[in-house]
């Protein structure tokens, strides 16, 4: 069976441009999760689905970070624009049951 | 807020040594604590998670205890090995809001 996909895996940009993620979750997840890595830090939870539906996007910066989950499947992820302080690994995640989640790889972002 | 605490931040054993790392939460509603073993580079992946109605569970070298009074558990590895070096993280969630809230991570070297 097939893990969680992500991709790009690394991606360098320059501040104030824009960027996209996208997940792939493990097939019959309904829950999806994007969470941020910073170097040396747990993954801190930016939105989780239900299906296509966002239920926890409390921790989102919703000014500049905006997501989605057409169909209640895969999901992409964008900042538009870009600050420095947003070079982080982006890690997405998804689960069946409640509780145990399957990460994916993560994006590693480096803003210049 | 609800946070996690995680200590110690980096822990070095010798080789066949036991190593400990504990966390205390602040949500007292929380009710499910995995923790997850994420080696250089690579995705967080679960290694062994407690519910709430239980007060220990092993799983050959890996154990965790969970004291629901106290707010804390703590992963226990006995027989390192070199291996097992990583960064640990341990979490805590609750049902409904399947917010799951990390630890800042413990890097464990083990000694060849």
């Known amino acids: 069976e097939a893990g969680v996909v992500q991709s790009p895996r690394y991606k360098i940009i320059e501040k104030k441009q824009p960027v996209a993620f996208w997940c792939n979750p493990i097939?019959?997840?309904?829950?999806l999760y994007w969470y941020r890595q910073n170097l040396g830090q747990g993954p801190e939870l930016l939105i989780r689905y239900e299906n296509e539906e966002a239920v926890d996007d409390s921790q989102l910066p919703k000014d500049r970070f905006s997501a989605e989950r057409l169909k209640g499947v895969d999901s992409t992820l964008k900042i538009q624009p870009a600050e420095l302080g947003d070079s982080a690994v982006y890690l997405c995640a998804s689960s069946l049951e409640f509780h145990e989640q399957f990460f994916g790889p993560g994006t590693r972002l480096t803003v210049l | 807020g609800e946070n996690v605490e995680q200590h110690p931040s980096t822990l070095s054993v010798q080789e066949g040594d036991s190593a400990v790392i504990k966390c205390t939460y602040s949500?007292?509603?929380?009710?499910?604590f995995p923790w997850y073993k994420q080696e250089l580079g690579k995705r967080p992946q679960l290694i062994i998670d407690?519910?709430?109605?239980?007060g220990e569970k092993k799983d050959q070298r890996i154990a965790v205890t969970l004291n629901k009074t106290a707010k804390h558990f703590s992963l226990h590895i006995t027989e390192t090995q070199p291996e097992d070096s990583a960064v640990y993280f341990c979490a805590a969630s609750k049902t409904g809001g399947f917010k799951t809230i990390f630890g800042a991570g413990t890097r464990l070297f083990v000694k060849a």
């Open positions: 949500d007292s509603a929380s009710n499910y």
């Open positions: 407690i519910r709430s109605n239980v």
């Open positions: 097939s019959g997840h309904n829950t």
